[in-house]
């Protein structure tokens, strides 16, 4: 059974910092997500990673994935207001179904 | 639209109802999923459609819930007798084929009282 895990589950963090939120998974998976989502609102997809190494960016956000260690990271930098949401990663179950199982999600909170 | 769109956006229902919830698909897009989130957990896998063949519902809680999509468009999902642990926001998402990105829908908040 695919299982996928996310730490930490809540942040707060003051505008202008650095950090990461990891997302581990149990098994073999052929692609990984990172979605958005505020209060009340549905998941924004932030980044596709497809391969070992994979690395993206768009803004303050950057992802990469490690298949190896069946890893994958989320930084956050020089930290926004905007930012504030929670943030879930979610890997592709595969099969014919394609499922995604999510993670538990990271409620993100930037202080001014 | 042009994104998926989901109604009603919220459902009060006493213990006991029924309850359908419509979901309208990215035109075009052949797979549709359904998805439970209980409130502060990510989103669950309810079941597949590829176009109107349902192929997996394994995510499906208990009998009472059942999907249907007969045209290959429009999804709803039914839940009978609905009990309290049913409250959550279902969400639908739909891709333009076997691995492409989901696109999700806003979602429908049910509260069973």
């Known amino acids: 059974e695919l299982k996928v895990e996310q730490n930490p589950l809540f942040l707060s963090m003051q505008e202008g910092k650095n950090y990461t939120i990891y997302c581990n998974y149990s098994t073999t998976s052929d692609r990984l997500y990172w979605y958005r989502q505020d209060p009340g609102k549905s998941l924004e997809s932030l980044f596709v990673l497809l391969s070992n190494g994979a690395v993206k960016q768009e803004g303050r956000l950057m992802a990469s994935l490690d298949t190896k260690a069946r890893l994958s990271t989320l930084h956050i930098t020089a930290a926004v207001h905007d930012l504030s949401a929670t943030y879930f990663c979610?890997?592709?179950?595969?099969?014919?179904?394609?499922?995604?199982?999510f993670g538990t999600g990271t409620l993100l909170a930037v202080q001014p | 639209g042009a994104g998926v769109s989901q109604s009603p956006r919220y459902k009060v229902a006493k213990r006991g109802q029924d309850v359908a919830l419509r979901c309208d698909p990215i035109s075009g897009h052949v797979s549709l999923f359904w998805y439970q989130q209980a409130l502060g957990q990510g989103p669950e896998f309810l079941t597949y459609f590829q176009n109107e063949a349902q192929l997996d519902k394994s995510g499906l809680p208990s009998d009472r819930f059942f999907a249907e999509r007969p045209e290959g468009s429009v999804s709803t999902l039914k839940i009978q007798r609905t009990q309290q642990e049913d409250s959550a926001v279902y969400l639908c998402?739909?891709?333009?084929?076997?691995?492409?990105?989901?696109?999700f829908g806003d979602g429908t908040r049910l509260s069973i009282l």
């Open positions: 998402a739909s891709s333009a084929g076997a691995h492409q990105p989901q696109h």
């Open positions: 979610a890997v592709n179950y595969g099969g014919a179904t394609n499922k995604l199982i």
